[in-house]
Every structure is written in C-alpha cells, then in structure tokens.
C-alpha cells in the first residue's frame, strides 16, 4: 500500500483538472467552427467527418501539416496569444487551396510546460477564427503538459487539417506555358515565416516588444509583428469555382519566391517577377533597414508583401482577376512565364522599402 509520502501526477507537474477545465472553456469556440460534414463537438477519441454531407462526389483527399514557427516566442514573451493561433491555421489551409482543395477539418496539438487554461483558450480563439476564416471545422486536437521538456511559461503548437477537390480538379493544372500571366495577392506582412531573422533583427535594436512600431502607427512592435498571417481560402476557392482560369497556386512562406515558386511549375518553364510591381509593406524596410538584409535574402527569407501567387493564361486573367476582386482580394499583376533560363525564377525591377 502507498505510504503518505507517495507521488501524484499533480506533483511531477502535471495537472489533469487544468486540461478538463480547458476542454469545458473551448467547447463554445469550437463548436461556433461547425460546417457541412462536422459537427465540431470535441471530447471524444477522435474527430469524424462526413464527405457525403459536404456535397463531394468523387473527392481525393489533401492533407497539411505546420506550425507557426519561433514567432510563438513574441506570442510568449508578449503574453498575446489570441492570434497565434490563426497564424497555424492559415499555415495549413493555404497549403491546401493551392491544390484546388477545399479545407475540411482541423486538428491542433498544444505542448506546454504547465497549463494555463486562460492562456489556452485564447490560443484555441485564434484557432477558432482561423477555420471560420478558412470554413473548415475543428474536429478535435491535443493538449500536453510536459514539465522539463518546456521551460515556464514556453509552448509550442502544431496543426492538422485535411481537405477535398473532386477528381480532375486539382492544381497545378498541366498545360502552364509562356506567355501565361503571374498575378499575386498581397500578405499581411511578415505571416509566419523568418521569424528566427525577425527576433534577431529586433534584439540587434535593443528595443523592447512594448515599444512604439515606427512601421505601424499607434501599435507596439510586438503587436505589429504578431499580425496573423491572411487566409486566402474563401477568394481562391470562388475565384477557382467561377472561372476554372487558374492554372497554379503558390503559398510563399519559407524560401521566398526563389524556393516557393518552382514547385508548382513544370520543368521547362521558368517565372519572371517584377519586383516593382509590388506594394512593400513597411515592416519589410524596416527589417531590411535594421538587420542591414540584402534584398536576395529578404526575397528567399521573406513574402516581402505577396503571400500568394497565381498562374492564368492571358485570356483567363481577367475572369480570374474580376472574381478576386469580387471577392474581396487586391490582385497585382506580378509577371509571366516564361521559357527556362539558367534559373527558374528570374527578377527584374527593384523591391521598393518604404
């Protein structure tokens, strides 16, 4: 029998009442996510979808995975946590719509050393918000406690989410050639990629996150840079249903244009941007400027204001761009394709830092 000094889970850190107490706070949030084939009622072993229901036929499923990178570290260290988490559904559901997907469901997983339930639900918030931007429903996810992996009040978030496009609908289409027009959607800023050259650049300042943003007027730098990334789910997909004139789609995170682009080309064309074209949004000359970056760094390291690229043919764009419009985007005209040169993307014009 155990004498009185033996061990609970509470002792080794791990509070089992917290995370009940949490799943009880987050049951509103995710139920205001529910969609056709989801209920999105949590509590049970594992979360159910009914492709029937959503209206697919001959559906090929498509699934992401991501997080948010160290730019949980500001999240942290601010102690803002509402929008962090539309930042790892966005990182997921716009990997998606570039196949021509529509995202479906959500799962997230929630590691941290002890958990704060309020700290909790305004992560799941975020998450909340994020698939009702996204009109995907959040089926189910994972929180854990776990003591001497993570350090006070650190976390880390990983998300899930699964898509549908009915078969032969998927991107890219075969048939991109040059002569095709490349247009772009503008970000919201920095989204949630280069954020360890981010922290960097803002430690080299020595200015704290409460400080004045003198990129963002009336916003603090931390609360500048926790702007959430776009979820550009809703437009692409009525853009796509409208006109079928979208020939590829290309999320630029991590690598820029130089890495992002070739993936959704074949290989006999390349992609010539003109970096004029593009409405820098000031957090990027601010980085530049601070950090001392080059421009080809900030375009491998950076969206430097275009968080999505598009592929139309000629005849195709202005279907294409009337039903973003319509849809509330602000296409830009970015560049074509073209034949293969030495390299697959090629720049011309000069990226314009405020």
Not at 10 to 32: F, H, K, M, Y
Not at 61 to 83: C, P, Q
């Given at each position: 029998?155990?004498?009185?000094?033996?061990?609970?889970?509470?002792?080794?850190?791990?509070?089992?009442?917290?995370?009940?107490?949490?799943?009880?706070?987050?049951?509103?949030?995710?139920?205001?996510?529910?969609?056709?084939?989801?209920?999105?009622?949590?509590?049970?072993?594992?979360g159910l979808f009914d492709l029937k229901a959503a209206g697919f036929k001959d559906p090929i499923?498509?699934?992401?995975?991501?997080?948010?990178?160290?730019?949980?570290?500001?999240?942290?260290?601010?102690?803002?946590?509402?929008?962090i988490g539309i930042d790892l559904v966005a990182m997921c559901v716009n990997d998606l719509v570039?196949?021509?997907?529509?995202?479906?469901?959500?799962?997230?997983?929630?590691?941290?050393?002890?958990?704060?339930?309020?700290?909790?639900?305004?992560?799941?918030?975020?998450?909340?918000?994020?698939?009702?931007?996204?009109?995907?429903?959040?089926?189910?996810?994972?929180?854990?406690?776990?003591?001497?992996?993570?350090?006070?009040?650190?976390?880390?978030?990983?998300?899930?989410?699964?898509?549908?496009?009915?078969?032969?609908?998927?991107?890219?289409?075969?048939?991109?050639?040059?002569?095709?027009?490349?247009?772009?959607?503008?970000?919201?800023?920095?989204?949630?990629?280069?954020?360890?050259?981010?922290?960097?650049?803002?430690?080299?300042?020595?200015?704290?996150?409460?400080?004045?943003?003198?990129?963002?007027?009336?916003?603090?730098?931390?609360?500048?840079?926790?702007?959430?990334?776009?979820?550009?789910?809703?437009?692409?997909?009525?853009?796509?249903?409208?006109?079928?004139?979208?020939?590829?789609?290309?999320?630029?995170?991590?690598?820029?244009?130089?890495?992002?682009?070739?993936?959704?080309?074949?290989?006999?064309?390349?992609?010539?941007?003109?970096?004029?074209?593009?409405?820098?949004?000031?957090?990027?000359?601010?980085?530049?400027?601070?950090?001392?970056?080059?421009?080809?760094?900030?375009?491998?390291?950076?969206?430097?204001?275009?968080?999505?690229?598009?592929?139309?043919?000629?005849?195709?764009?202005?279907?294409?761009?009337?039903?973003?419009?319509?849809?509330?985007?602000?296409?830009?005209?970015?560049?074509?394709?073209?034949?293969?040169?030495?390299?697959?993307?090629?720049?011309?014009?000069?990226?314009?830092?405020?």
């Open positions: 029998m155990m004498g009185k000094d033996g061990l609970t889970y509470a002792d080794a850190g791990v509070d089992i009442d917290a995370g009940n107490a949490l799943v009880e706070t987050i049951r509103p949030l995710v139920r205001s996510t529910r969609r056709p084939g989801a209920d999105a009622e949590i509590g049970g072993f594992g499923l498509v699934a992401a995975n991501d997080g948010v990178g160290t730019k949980v570290k500001i999240a942290i260290e601010t102690g803002r946590h509402d929008t570039v196949q021509g997907a529509e995202p479906l469901f959500f799962l997230d997983y929630y590691a941290t050393a002890k958990l704060v339930p309020g700290v909790g639900a305004d992560i799941v918030r975020g998450i909340a918000e994020g698939c009702r931007q996204a009109g995907c429903a959040l089926i189910g996810g994972e929180t854990a406690e776990m003591p001497g992996l993570y350090d006070g009040a650190d976390y880390d978030l990983a998300g899930f989410s699964v898509g549908a496009a009915e078969r032969g609908t998927l991107l890219p289409k075969p048939g991109i050639a040059p002569g095709d027009l490349v247009l772009g959607l503008p970000s919201s800023g920095v989204h949630s990629n280069g954020f360890s050259l981010v922290r960097r650049i803002v430690a080299r300042t020595g200015l704290g996150w409460d400080a004045p943003a003198a990129f963002a007027p009336g916003r603090t730098l931390g609360e500048a840079l926790l702007e959430p990334t776009r979820i550009y789910v809703k437009p692409l997909l009525a853009a796509i249903r409208a006109t079928g004139g979208i020939k590829a789609l290309a999320h630029i995170t991590g690598g820029g244009f130089p890495d992002n682009l070739p993936r959704v080309l074949p290989d006999d064309v390349g992609i010539e941007i003109d970096l004029s074209a593009i409405a820098v949004p000031p957090v990027f000359g601010w980085l530049a400027a601070k950090g001392g970056v080059a421009e080809p760094e900030m375009l491998r390291t950076f969206n430097c204001g275009i968080g999505m690229v598009l592929v139309v043919a000629p005849e195709d764009a202005g279907a294409v761009g009337a039903a973003l419009v319509a849809a509330g985007e602000a296409p830009v005209r970015l560049g074509r394709i073209t034949g293969r040169g030495a390299e697959p993307v090629g720049f011309t014009g000069r990226l314009a830092f405020a």
